[in-house]
């Protein structure tokens, strides 16, 4: 099978990659890091412009339409990964995972819903950002353990309960709330999603940033009152898991555009760098470092590019099994070469590289909590062992 990207792929990578280059340099980066706007400004609508937000949201909606995978199954589309792989070159601080991948995903399953289209058309338009907050304290990545509870009334429902760790929950305008109406804690059945203007009296949020210097909130609902059209959804297990999973798909390419860049830092950085009178690239020995380095990425590359064709496909039975082993491993693999990655860069830099100054810090960084993401490595083979074994 051909992987190359189509020249309209390509054009939009060399455009995005030139903006990103010239306008997000790594010292707007760390200014961004110190100010208290984690909502990237006026790039989001730079974004918005170039159509960027409207990639897997159907043109009935504002969006781009319908496009495929790289299998031309499925609605996850090497578009995505080219945006993601963008963020990751350039340490972009935004929420577009949070807002297009995550929650556009959810929306999408629910379009027929005029609420969730007219999300989606504010999505596509650069208007709102929106946070997916499904997860819980105890369910540490478990998505089925939803412990908020929804209790119906005369009117609609009273939401009660926490959630933790919600991307970029600091800066959405809406929220897309996962909460129990039935069954017991850990049932994947009685999970239902609701709309949330981030302003509802009853909704509490406490951002804060996190130590790759993106940002994310926990939520408390105290006596949450929302209409009975709040609820987007009363089946919402098997749309949440189909959101995290094209949000593992994302992440993966967004490591894969990090993993490249400190690649390049890396080898430029031994061309420069002498010891003994030489530089250090001509030692051997960190040489086979250096392409130790470059496999690990390759090697990343090319699972993600599988778990971007298997994210996006159609529903059946086969299919959704094949889906979930695949995403598990390419989480597990991707976040073991993240790692191998960022320890080797910064070890080949030396004391320089950990500290702030340089970007080799920064992305090995972002790259550890890339996988600790949706369940680190670790879990993800644990995952990947049981869906073999049933």
């Not at 577009?96 to 338009?125: E, F, H, P, W």
């Not at 006596?223 to 987007?232: F, T, V, Y």
């Not at 082993?325 to 991707?334: D, P, R, S």
Request: contains cysteine; glycine residues 8%; aromatic residues 6%.
């Amino acid at each position: 099978m051909e992987f190359s990207l189509a020249e309209e792929q390509q054009q939009m990578q060399d455009s995005l990659r030139r903006y990103l280059e010239k306008s997000y340099t790594f010292d707007d980066h760390r200014a961004q890091l110190k100010s208290s706007d984690k909502s990237t400004g006026i790039h989001w609508q730079a974004f918005a412009e170039f159509g960027l937000l409207g990639i897997g949201i159907p043109d009935d909606c504002g969006g781009l339409g319908d496009t495929t995978s790289v299998s031309g199954e499925g609605v996850f589309s090497e578009d995505t990964m080219i945006v993601m792989a963008s963020i990751g070159r350039s340490l972009m601080v935004t929420p577009y995972l949070a807002t297009v991948v995550l929650c556009g995903s959810v929306l999408r399953q629910l379009k027929t819903n005029i609420d969730c289209a007219a999300a989606l058309a504010a999505i596509a338009a650069g208007e709102k950002k929106m946070a997916l907050a499904t997860y819980e304290r105890q369910g540490r990545y478990q998505l089925s353990h939803v412990a908020t509870t929804a209790t119906l009334t005369a009117d609609g429902y009273i939401l009660s309960g926490t959630k933790t760790v919600v991307i970029h929950g600091d800066v959405a305008d809406s929220l897309v709330i996962s909460a129990r109406i039935k069954n017991t804690v850990s049932d994947k059945q009685g999970i239902a999603l609701f709309l949330v203007d981030k302003n509802t009296p009853g909704l509490t949020v406490r951002g804060y940033a996190t130590n790759d210097g993106m940002s994310a909130a926990d939520l408390s609902f105290a006596a949450l009152h929302l209409p009975a059209a709040a609820m987007i959804s009363d089946d919402g297990y098997p749309i949440l898991e189909r959101a995290i999973g094209y949000g593992i798909a994302a992440l993966c390419a967004e490591a894969v555009g990090a993993m490249e860049a400190l690649n390049e830092q890396t080898l430029e950085y031994s061309k420069n760098r002498k010891q003994f009178g030489v530089a250090i690239g001509t030692f051997q020995a960190l040489q086979h470092r250096m392409v130790d380095m470059f496999i690990a990425t390759e090697q990343a590359r090319s699972i993600t590019i599988l778990v971007a064709l298997k994210a996006g496909s159609r529903d059946d039975e086969q299919r959704d099994d094949e889906r979930r082993k695949v995403i598990a491993a390419a989480k597990a693999l991707v976040g073991q070469s993240a790692r191998y990655v960022g320890q080797q860069a910064v070890q080949l830099h030396g004391g320089m590289g950990v500290v702030d100054e340089l970007a080799i810090s920064h992305y090995f960084k972002r790259l550890t909590a890339i996988d600790m993401t949706f369940g680190d490595s670790h879990y993800q083979r644990g995952q990947l062992g049981e869906l073999l074994a049933a």
